[in-house]
């Protein structure tokens, strides 16, 4: 009963890199959810994906790429790297009904680093 | 999207009731009221979902007046582990993915 899980769970980067973040969700959710959260504050959503094959952006989407080729897969990228992206990522996924905002499962976190 | 409002922090003690109100004047027709809680260094965890009135689970209770305008949060009996970051979410069918986490109330027990 895995749930939400993202790896790695911890990555320190230089600025200028690039690096993938992984979401697998095991609960057969059609919608999938990358935030990040910065210290004493609350999540901010990235992007999300409503179902396979498609996303859309969120609140702060710039600097980072998704894509959801399989329906239990939500991969997050960073293409060059930068400072202000120095954060705690979550991931979340969660059903689709007919009615209101359906609960959202979230995975632990990724801690990134950037240097 | 609807503005909530929290406070930020409350200090409780073991054994009480801890009541944490949530302000959502903006709140639309087809916006469910949902809490979440965060412990250090983990995501977010569901609680509580209601849209009108009263909704009890073996968690806590939410309370949400007739104009929807408001809702409150309710932890019985609160224990050291109730310690953590309580978030009030309002979305909806429309735009309802693009949920918006405020500050959260940080919640402290004391023994």
């Known amino acids: 009963n895995a749930g939400v899980t993202q790896t790695p769970k911890f990555r320190v980067l230089k600025t200028g890199q690039s690096m993938t973040l992984l979401c697998a969700q095991d609960?057969?959710?059609?919608?999938m959810y990358w935030y990040r959260q910065d210290p004493g504050m609350g999540l901010r959503l990235i992007h999300y994906?409503?179902?396979?094959?498609?996303?859309a952006k969120g609140e702060v989407p710039d600097g980072y790429n998704v894509s959801r080729l399989k329906k239990q897969n939500f991969l997050l990228g960073l293409e060059s790297a930068a400072p202000s992206q120095t954060s705690v990522y979550f991931c979340?996924?969660?059903?689709?009904?007919?009615?209101?905002?359906?609960?959202?499962?979230f995975g632990d976190g990724t801690r990134l680093s950037i240097l | 999207l609807a503005k909530t409002t929290q406070p930020i922090s409350m200090d409780s003690y073991e054994g009480q009731e801890v009541n944490i109100t949530c302000s959502h004047n903006?709140?639309?027709?087809?916006?469910?009221i949902t809490w979440y809680q965060q412990f250090p260094s983990q995501g977010p965890r569901f609680i509580i979902q209601?849209?009108?009135t009263k909704v009890t689970n073996e968690v806590a209770s939410l309370f949400i007046p007739a104009d929807r305008k408001s809702s409150t949060l309710s932890l019985p009996r609160v224990s050291l582990s109730d310690t953590a970051v309580y978030y009030c979410?309002?979305?909806?069918?429309?735009?309802?993915?693009?949920?918006?986490f405020g500050a959260g109330t940080r919640l402290f027990v004391k023994a």
């Open positions: 903006n709140i639309a027709t087809n916006d469910y």
């Open positions: 994906s409503v179902g396979e094959g498609t996303t």
């Open positions: 979340a996924s969660s059903r689709m009904t007919g009615r209101g905002n359906q609960p959202q499962h």
């Open positions: 609960m057969n959710h059609e919608y």
């Open positions: 979410l309002v979305a909806g069918d429309t735009g309802g993915f693009k949920t918006i």
């Open positions: 209601g849209y009108k």
